[in-house]
């Protein structure tokens, strides 16, 4: 029953007659679908074993445990210092039975935590977070950022009591736009007033507060091509490919991912939710899903990213059932997120010994651009690589063509004396 991750006939025998036994072996198929290692299975096995004792020795019923309970068992434990043969340390016995308790619940076998009441305050900031969803102006990282803002000015005006809107006045909304751009950076400072106004717009929507507080929230300076957008040179990107060129699953795949994002100016984003059937190897393209215009874009797929991402799934990307090409390595093997993108970037970069204020995958993005500008590719070619909704917003990369702009500049006048 148990021969496939467990080899000792007394260990199997333990497993076999335990009263949870039907649940363990459930367990363990479930642990095993999803890539975990044998020596880690067999210890949380073990680990819900010991759990499905305790839970007998007390006559009760696995419907009967609930998170009161579970804690109980933990707290036991960590006193007793004794958690049984073959579980490990007391780490992999909580990470074990709350493996077990998340499966049993998924399956319907135990019942889950009782949920935690809302706040006002929350329950505002969720009706919020669904209608931005439901009109689909904003993807999810922007999202958060609103909610939070939102949730911020709710607890500066009202802290935790219900929120009365008849009390929510223009001097207020000014005060808490100005405290929350005084700590920005330039490129940041339009962010508050931008969810601050979409906030007010969704109660104003609702009813809850009249039109005219609009007008309250202060214009934010923020001036057009006011800065350069930073990017590797030749020398430091060749030296932060070599540093993901390392021989293991992890290496393979963070080198995959970090050609993508210098080859074809990606987001982090986008190749985080590149999936499979996304890369089309006979035309030698690759369609790329751009979250904020919600528009495909297909891109000719480069030899040097086909033949990382070709390494990677050959002998570094884990078996399982996920459609997204990039996975974590540990088990559970679950899609990566653009904020894990951003910090493979961020590790190569620090051990490159290139020093950034704000280190992440956009710079690749940059460094892509500015090479294809000097290159003399147009902005509306460097636009559709980019997905540029606006051409305007390529012209930034302008500045950086140091070899054009030096054709076009005008001749120093000399004075007479």
Known sequence: ??????????????????????????????LHSQGYRPRTLRRYLFA?????RWISRRRWLIHDIDERRLQRFLAGCRRQRCRGRGCGRFS??????RKFVETMRTRGVMSGPCARSLTPNEKIVREFDAH???????????RQIYSRYAYELLETRFGTEEPDFRLLDASCVSEF?????????????RAPATATRAFLRFLVERGLVADGLLGAIPSVRQYKQASLPR????????????????ATPTGRRNLAMVLMLARLAVRACEVASLRLNDIRWRQGVVVIHAAKSRRERTLPLPS???????????HGRPHCQCPEVFLSVRAPHRPLTPAAVGTVVAQALRRTGVTLARPGAHILRHTAATQMVRAGASFKQVADVLGHARIETTTIYAKLDLETLARITLPWPEVQP
Do not use: P
């Not at 931005?132 to 922007?142: C, I, K």
């Not at 590797?232 to 060129?245: D, E, G, I, M, N």
């Open 92 to 97: 992999t016995v909580v990470f074990g039975v």
């Open 48 to 52: 819900a074993e010991a759990f499905g």
């Open 1 to 30: 029953m148990f021969e496939n991750w467990v080899t000792r006939g007394y260990d199997r025998m333990r497993l076999e007659s335990s009263v949870l036994c039907a649940e363990l072996l459930v367990f363990a198929e479930a």
């Open 304 to 314: 040097d990213v086909g033949a990382a991402i070709v390494a990677y799934l050959r």
């Open 177 to 189: 736009v100005r405290s929350k751009v005084a700590g920005l950076g330039q490129s940041s400072r």
């Open 231 to 246: 990017y590797l040179s030749s020398k430091q990107l060749t030296a932060v490919l070599a540093a993901c060129r390392i």
């Open 132 to 142: 931005l969803a439901h009109t689909g102006n904003s993807v999810r990282g922007t």
